[in-house]
């Protein structure tokens, strides 16, 4: 079957206003749940295109509807809006002025590709079908806004019926549109630890419980639940980031605390770790003698792009941006919160490469940067989805 292109071009007004509206948000950083300046831009030039707008949905997320009233799926396009508490060492001329915050993974972009898709499929009006969603949502960060913002009903009124989102990437050449379905990013989990022995003298270690030797065996060991009990070809990873213990040289102290985190890319695998992780800790403490407490934390799902929406995906950007433009994606043992509406719905999370030169620092980095010229490719995939998905009749 012959494939239809679908062109989207993008007014060079629109282009320029998609850069400096990126470069705005990038001078003005705000944390997860904090985006009220970012939000409240939003909200405004939502309003002045005519969409059906919600606002303080999640605390700072902001939803758009536009309802053509002609047949269609239900759409919803997502970005996610905070920065990172990082200070910017980048050297742009529009770095961050808050101190100490800092879009260090590309949210403004996010930001300023789907409100340029926004204004695109305003001026199109006429060719869209279905129902449209322009999400925009806070704290992806660690702190878990998509998951708010789906517990505030953004699935629902109107009921969506599919989902998608966009990650600009500073490892992959700019413009191209990278998908893959199944499993792209890991679930990211995380556990606290406190080894409690009996404290004494450095000098008399027979007379004590060593939290500290214990602690050691312990991440020692752990490291065998990945290399010895799970399938190799099963990406796992678990690192212990954090061990406090002790005040002084020649002192045994009475425990030790450890914080680490846990990433997989299957939920079965995932549903196994506190277990395997714990029965290593016991075992390790009751060597010992010592006693423990283990707090295992379900934080991020793993990723999951379903399989014909991620198809689909991959044959739009085919299709939009031209076929040397839409490639397959590498996993990233990185975590995602889009995870949550991907649970819900039937969806796709693609990455758009954005690397500055050859030298791209990796996302959270103080010098991270993008490539702009990314940012078309950007709105003209976002349109593409909002002219093209509603109608899109998925076969499952
Ligand atoms: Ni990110």
Same mark, same amino acid.
């Given at each position: =079957? ?17 850069? *400096? ?11 997860? +749940? ?16 005519? !969409? ?7 605390? %700072? ?12 799926? %239900? ?5 996610? =809006?905070?920065?990172?508490?990082? *200070? ?38 006429? *060719? ?39 990650? &600009? ?14 499993? $792209? ?36 060991? &752990? ?24 005040? %002084? ?27 395997? $992780? ?13 006693? !423990? ?39 990233? =043992? ?14 796709? +999370? ?19 940067? $993008?490539?702009?010229?990314?940012? *078309?490719?950007?709105?003209?995939? =976002? ?14």
């Amino acid at each position: =079957m012959a494939v239809q292109p679908l062109a989207v071009d993008i007014p060079a007004s629109i282009l320029r206003d998609v850069i *400096e509206l990126r470069r705005d948000i990038h001078a003005h950083p705000e944390l997860g +749940f904090e985006e009220l300046r970012t939000s409240a831009i939003v909200a405004r030039e939502l309003r002045s295109l005519d !969409y059906e707008v919600r606002t303080s949905i999640a605390q %700072t997320g902001v939803v758009g509807v536009l309802r053509t009233g002609r047949p269609g799926r %239900t759409v919803l396009l997502r970005a996610d =809006m905070d920065a990172l508490p990082i *200070e910017e060492q980048s050297g742009v001329p529009f770095a961050s002025v808050a101190p100490g915050k800092m879009h260090a993974c590309g949210h403004d972009a996010h930001v300023a590709i789907l409100l340029g898709a926004a204004r695109l499929v305003r001026e199109r009006r006429d *060719e869209c079908c279905g129902t449209l969603v322009f999400c925009f949502q806070p704290a992806e960060e660690g702190k878990g806004g998509g998951k708010a913002m789906v517990e505030q009903g953004v699935l629902e009124n109107p009921r969506v019926d599919a989902v998608y989102g966009l990650h &600009v990437w500073s490892r992959l050449t700019p413009g191209v549109v990278a998908v893959r379905p199944g499993p $792209i990013m890991a679930s990211s989990d995380s556990i606290e630890i406190t080894i409690r022995g009996k404290g004494g003298h450095g000098a008399a270690p027979h007379e004590t419980v060593d939290a500290i030797v214990t602690s050691a065996h312990f991440i020692t060991a &752990v490291q065998s639940v990945v290399s010895r009990t799970i399938d190799p070809l099963q990406p796992a990873v678990i690192t212990i980031g954090s061990i406090h213990s002790g005040t %002084t040289h020649n002192v045994i102290p009475d425990e030790a605390r450890l914080l680490g985190t846990v990433r997989a890319f299957d939920a079965g695998l995932r549903d196994e770790m506190p277990a395997r $992780i714990e029965g290593v800790l016991r075992g390790c403490c009751r060597a010992a003698d010592a006693s !423990y407490d283990f707090q295992y934390d379900r934080r991020y799902p793993v990723t999951v792009n379903d399989a014909v929406e991620s198809q689909y995906v991959r044959e739009l950007a085919a299709r939009t941006l031209g076929a040397a433009n839409s490639v397959d994606l590498t996993p990233i =043992m990185g975590a995602e919160d889009f995870s949550y509406m991907l649970e819900r719905r039937p969806g796709c +999370f693609f990455f758009l490469g954005a690397q500055p030169g050859l030298d791209g620092e990796p996302h959270h980095s103080a010098r991270f940067k $993008i490539d702009e010229a990314a940012l *078309e490719n950007g709105v003209r995939m =976002m349109t593409a989805l909002a002219l093209d998905a509603p109608r899109h009749p998925v076969q499952r």
